[in-house]
């Protein structure tokens, strides 16, 4: 891969690195249980027990793909980043450009 084209994934994945970071950080209490004593009605309660499965979930998410882009950092590294894991075929720029630590090409995932 081109060395230049190499700094550029690098640069996005350290942008999303950092961007998930951030959530993770802030949504910490968001994701924290709701507590039986806080004054909420029940129907609110139940809002706010929805929020924060809805969190939770996101959270999920977030720190899975934190995982991937790290490992796609490291793969940028040892330089076999851009080939799928599975068959270790060249994924495509254009899915790349979407979703720089995807870690498969379109057929395996
Ligand atoms: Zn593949």
């Known amino acids: 891969m081109d ?23 802030s949504s910490t209490d968001a994701a924290a249980a709701v507590e039986p004593d806080k004054g909420l009605g029940r ?9 924060q499965q809805l969190v939770m979930e ?4 977030k720190k899975r793909q934190l995982a991937d882009v790290k490992s ?4 940028l590294e ?18 790349l450009a979407v979703t720089p630590e995807v870690q498969t090409c379109m057929r395996c995932s």
């Open 3 to 25: 060395p230049s084209m190499q700094k550029e994934y690098l640069n996005s994945l350290e942008q999303i690195l950092q961007e998930v970071e951030n959530y993770l950080e």
């Open 72 to 75: 796609a950092i490291s793969r």
């Open 58 to 61: 996101m959270r999920r998410r």
């Open 78 to 95: 040892m330089g076999n980043y851009g080939t799928c894991i599975f068959c270790g075929k060249e994924i495509s720029p254009e899915r």
């Open 43 to 51: 129907l609110s309660r139940m809002e706010a027990m929805q929020d």
